[in-house]
């Protein structure tokens, strides 16, 4: 088995690696050179037709691509600790937490990082006000977040699980580009210090 | 068990709805009124926070959201017929299909819906020359699922799954919006009309 990834502070490979560390599981990564365009060659294009990165390549030569499909199958091969819950309801609850942060808090902080922000602007056709509006969104998704969180240490509970692991490279790319936790979101700051202090946070 | 859901066009009640019939199930729904803004209303927001459909209510008073997170809990209850894989290397596959249709096709679709359309004009703040580039990326997401649909009968093989369900209620609701499959991706076209034949699609 093996992983097609990319060096910090893309966040989606982060994602399979921090889950690796989680796992206590050892799949050699090949850090594909983002920069270099290596993700858009003909070698990996036959790996993923999108150009992109994570890619989980099997020894019979199929190839995964998703970083949370990735780690769903990752978690079949390997249950314990369950990071996608252990019951029919838990894994409806944290799939259902992991879509809530891709769709609330992660699109803001792609579709800014992707038409408002400088390192983009050279490569692509930016819609800057559009861009500048998921400033707000951003925040509005974080303060809904952290009336959520109140009251439990854990986006979907008592444990630590993949929407941690989504919303911890999230909330760290989005301070990459410059969009910050609001002041007032007291549950999500305490929050973001006890998932760094893990170790899998220094994937 | 009771579903929250809504009438035509929404495409994530919809999707459910398709789900259910593809099972054989009948789970009763109860159609929250949008126009009328009931999902926004204080009874709906303490079974989803973010006011939104469907939610799937259990007995014991658990709420599930998300259209994906609902289907998938469904399926672990009644596994026949497999709409989600029936192996590990199956499910990691349709779950990547399920989120590149999100991506690729659905996310456009919404942003066109939400900044370019005259309907939602009325009541949200636009940023229309971001909203029209949508129709390019929609299309360009159609080309590349076409050319990737050569050879098989459905997204993510030879069976049809979830990941059907997702693009058949996507490509209908963008019709809906005036935005129209492309003329030369006949293998899309193709696939409209096996996934249209279906009686699950008149759900």
Redesign the interface.
Known sequence: MKLYGEAMPAPNPRRVRMFLAEKGLDIPEIRVNLRKGEHKAPEHRARN??GQVPTLE?DEG?C???T???C??LE??HPEPPLFGRT??E???I??WV??IEF?IM?PVGMFWR?AHPLTAALL?Q?K??GE?NRELYARGLK?LD??LAGRDWIAGDSYTIADIALLSTVDFAAFTGLVIPEEAANIRAWHTRATARPSAQA
């Open positions: 037709s999108l099997l199929t995964i691509s998703e949370i499909s990735i769903r199958y079949e091969l029919a309801i894994r409806a609850l799939d259902m879509r809530r609330q699109t038409h056709t819609y006000d559009f509006s809904w009336r959520e």
